[in-house]
């Protein structure tokens, strides 16, 4: 059994010095309006990301649209990635709901 001594934590909480902090939050708003809006202009497509093209879910994204703000290709990724797995998620629930409807329906449940 081992004692708590030789557990080590993973992570440590670590806060940005107050001048970079402005920044940040700065480019995490941005950052949600660009999941945001191209999670808009993909909600029509959402039947798509019920089908996997890809592993990776901001190569499915770059397949179908580009980055609206031109701020650096690794974050564009990282947006892409992140508003991809939204839709695969809602793709996913959207394929569930279709299963159950015929059920709440008919009033079963």
């Known amino acids: 059994m081992r004692t708590n001594r030789d557990q080590r934590p993973l992570s440590y909480p670590l806060r940005?010095?107050?001048?970079?902090?402005?920044?940040?939050l700065r480019l995490l708003d941005l950052s949600r309006e660009v999941v945001n809006a191209v999670g808009t202009s993909l909600w029509d497509?959402?039947?798509?990301?019920?089908?996997?093209?890809?592993?990776?879910?901001?190569?499915?994204?770059?397949?179908m649209t580009s980055?609206?703000?031109?701020?650096?290709?690794?974050?564009?990724?990282?947006?892409a990635?992140?508003?991809g797995r939204i839709l695969r998620g809602q793709a996913e629930r959207k394929k569930?709901?279709?299963l159950i409807l015929p059920i709440l329906s008919q009033g079963m449940i």
């Open 16 to 24: 940005l010095p107050d001048e970079l902090q402005a920044d940040a």
């Open 45 to 63: 497509r959402l039947d798509d990301f019920g089908e996997r093209t890809n592993k990776y879910a901001y190569k499915q994204v770059e397949e």
């Open 67 to 79: 980055s609206p703000q031109l701020h650096g290709d690794r974050q564009w990724r990282c947006e």
């Open 81 to 83: 990635e992140q508003a």
């Open 96 to 98: 569930q709901f279709a």
